[in-house]
């Protein structure tokens, strides 16, 4: 079973920046998306950024929440299996549990389909 493990988290003020970084225990090739979710306090998880892969074009897909734009960078590391996401300009809004995740590729007889997996997560606070 793929393993996720968060790192990074801890404490920043705001306008400043945390990089939090995903090891991802699974092959890279059977991975068609990674990313991260985060979840505050009394509201729902909510997607933060992702890279999808799009085979047909052998493109890969960047999403960004809108709330995020221009501030967070999704990477990834294929040889070390990692994924990250560069913080900058943080606001106290962006205080959640942050949550890695991958959809992995699963090939049957009667059509591939994806499985998702999360980690733990990890906590972000933004506070003066």
């Known amino acids: 079973q793929v393993r996720l493990v968060e790192s990074g988290g801890g404490l920043a003020q705001p306008g400043g920046s945390l990089s939090l970084s995903c090891e991802v225990s699974?092959?890279?090739?059977?991975?068609?998306?990674m990313g991260w979710y985060r979840q505050a306090p009394g509201k729902l998880r909510e997607l933060v950024a992702e890279?999808?892969?799009?085979?047909?074009?052998?493109?890969?897909?960047?999403k960004y929440s809108d709330s995020v734009k221009g501030r967070f960078t999704i990477g990834k590391n294929n040889g070390e299996n990692s994924v990250t996401l560069q913080m900058n300009s943080l606001k106290p809004e962006d205080t959640a549990v942050y949550y890695c995740?991958?959809?992995?590729?699963?090939?049957?007889?009667?059509?591939?389909?994806?499985?998702?997996?999360w980690g733990k997560g990890t906590l972000v606070t933004v506070s003066s």
């Open positions: 890279i999808r892969n799009n085979g047909q074009l052998n493109v890969a897909i960047i």
């Open positions: 995740h991958v959809e992995r590729i699963m090939v049957s007889f009667s059509g591939d389909y994806g499985v998702d997996y």
């Open positions: 699974a092959r890279m090739t059977d991975i068609n998306s």
